[in-house]
């Protein structure tokens, strides 16, 4: 299989890479998908241009685009997007910005180094309560 590096515009938002991987988003260049779940990817993002590479310290969830013409699905990530604005709290990550006019959608958040749980119980079976 032949690999490309042409970069293929598919909105004023983003563009893609080799067919999958997603470079820049809105202002926020893409540097690597961290994670997926049922409704979004997660990739780890820094603002377009930043020449530090601490500025690495971003997360942007983009919604699926299977799920861009579900209102239930785009209403959700709206409902997430506004409480995340909205509630802050040390055990809650803070929704920085949001594209939410249309698609693609994404949040803006503080990337939160570390491993997910299910990583941990992968690695040591279960954990002690006063560590979950």
């Given at each position: 299989m032949?690999?490309t590096?042409?970069?293929?515009?598919?909105?004023?938002f983003?563009?893609?890479?080799?067919?999958e991987?997603v470079?820049?988003?809105?202002?926020?260049?893409?540097l690597?998908?961290?994670?997926?779940?049922?409704?979004?990817?997660?990739?780890?993002?820094r603002p377009?241009?930043?020449?530090?590479?601490?500025?690495?310290?971003?997360?942007v969830k983009?919604?699926l685009?299977?799920?861009?013409?579900?209102?239930?699905?785009?209403?959700?990530?709206?409902?997430?997007?506004?409480?995340?604005r909205?509630?802050?709290?040390?055990?809650l990550?803070?929704?920085?910005?949001?594209h939410?006019?249309?698609?693609?959608?994404?949040?803006?958040?503080?990337?939160?180094?570390?491993r997910?749980v299910?990583?941990?119980?992968d690695?040591?079976?279960?954990?002690?309560?006063?560590?979950?």
């Amino acid at each position: 299989m032949q690999t490309t590096t042409e970069t293929v515009p598919l909105s004023p938002f983003v563009s893609v890479v080799a067919g999958e991987s997603v470079r820049r988003l809105g202002s926020w260049e893409l540097l690597g998908r961290q994670g997926e779940g049922p409704l979004a990817r997660l990739y780890l993002a820094r603002p377009a241009g930043a020449a530090d590479a601490r500025a690495a310290a971003y997360a942007v969830k983009v919604l699926l685009e299977r799920f861009e013409d579900d209102p239930r699905a785009v209403a959700l990530f709206q409902r997430e997007a506004e409480l995340g604005r909205a509630i802050v709290h040390p055990h809650l990550i803070s929704v920085l910005a949001a594209h939410l006019a249309g698609p693609p959608y994404y949040l803006v958040m503080p990337w939160l180094p570390g491993r997910t749980v299910r990583r941990m119980l992968d690695e040591r079976g279960a954990i002690d309560v006063p560590l979950a």
